[in-house]
């Protein structure tokens, strides 16, 4: 059995709640949500104090402000090669823009595998970051969101102009 890697987390404040932040020696490891729906922060992670963490403070707070739009935090999310890769699509979606679960199995070559599609983004452990709310149902209605609608929908306003104040 493979040994667990250690993990640090740490909470910070943010205009849609306290955010966990979780870090490995690779990277940033997750971003979660208070309450969030797909499991939350690994039970074994220590609080601790990363230079990562440093970075995604200043680059989340920057985000919120209305003043970035891109993040270059060193990422290290646990996933399967198939979340993997669906994770790496979503970090092409560009900020202000939408795509659906859909155009993301097309973009893969796998246009049947939508409901895996779904299953990976739901379990993007590196909210905002990683940006899985910027995905859509078909319909153009808002989907699922381990963060809840509420928040998803307030992180697309704020991509679409506005600024998210503590």
């Known amino acids: 059995m493979k040994p667990r890697a250690a993990l640090l987390r740490t909470r910070i404040d943010s205009p849609i709640g306290p955010l966990t932040l979780i870090a490995d020696a690779a990277g940033l490891a ?4 208070e309450g969030h729906s797909k499991g939350g922060p690994p039970a074994h992670a220590r609080d601790g104090e990363s230079a990562v963490f440093d970075t995604a403070r200043r680059q989340l707070d920057a985000y919120f402000a209305g003043r970035r739009t891109t993040f270059d ?3 290290a999310p646990h996933g399967t ?3 993997s890769h669906v994770w790496g699509l979503l970090q092409r979606v560009p900020f202000g823009a939408t795509t659906t679960y859909g155009a993301l199995a097309e973009e893969m070559g796998r246009p049947s595998a939508v409901r895996a599609v779904a299953g990976a983004v739901a379990r993007n452990p590196v909210s ?3 940006p899985c709310h910027r995905v859509i149902g078909a319909d153009g209605r ?3 969101f381990a963060g809840g609608l509420e928040r998803k929908e307030r992180l697309l306003a704020l991509e679409q102009g506005g600024a998210l104040a503590l």
Do not use: D, K, R, W
């Not at 997750?30 to 949500?33: A, D, I, P, Q, R």
């Open 81 to 83: 090669a198939f979340q």
């Open 142 to 144: 808002l989907t699922g």
């Open 73 to 75: 935090i060193p990422l």
């Open 128 to 130: 905002i970051v990683i």
């Open 30 to 33: 997750g971003v979660y949500f």
